[in-house]
């Protein structure tokens, strides 16, 4: 009977420490926009290091709102990496230290690349745009 309560105490402490590590780490949540507020970034590749030791701790991508989640240690400061094509590459440096109540929500924002080529379709004025009409093709244009 008494082996029997110290197994139990021992699974108890253990279960205790595992609900406190595991109430202790910061939910982190990000998302990436594009520069001057044009929107999310859907499947940007997002790679975070622990700054101090260099190590892999994450690499995932932008779901369709732009966003992506993390589960971090506190009190850390990582370094994240945003790679898109078209778009220059970010490097955005946060502490997990900064989280109120075990969470932190960053914001990110990507500025795209000089000389990018996009599509569009330039054509007459008209009164009901439901009309057909001849536009210019194989145009580029470089903002």
Not at 21 to 34: D, K, L, P, T
Request: hydrophobic share 45%; with cysteine.
């Amino acid at each position: 009977m008494m082996v029997l309560r110290k197994r139990i105490l021992v699974l108890f402490a253990i279960c205790i420490g595992l609900l406190s590590y595991i109430s202790a780490q910061v939910q982190v949540e990000g998302y990436v926009f594009e520069a001057h507020n044009r929107g999310y970034l859907f499947g940007a590749d997002v790679i975070i290091k622990n700054k101090n030791t260099r190590v892999l701790v994450l690499s995932t991508n932008t779901d369709e709102s732009g966003v992506w989640k993390a589960t971090l240690e506190p009190n850390t400061i990582y370094e994240a990496e945003i790679v898109k094509k078209d778009f220059e590459t970010v490097n955005y440096t946060f502490n997990t230290a900064d989280a109120k109540e075990n969470k932190l929500f960053l914001k990110i924002e990507a500025i795209r690349e000089a000389g990018y080529i996009f599509d569009a379709t330039l054509a007459e004025e008209r009164e009901n745009i439901n009309l057909n009409t001849l536009g210019i093709e194989g145009a580029q244009i470089e903002v």
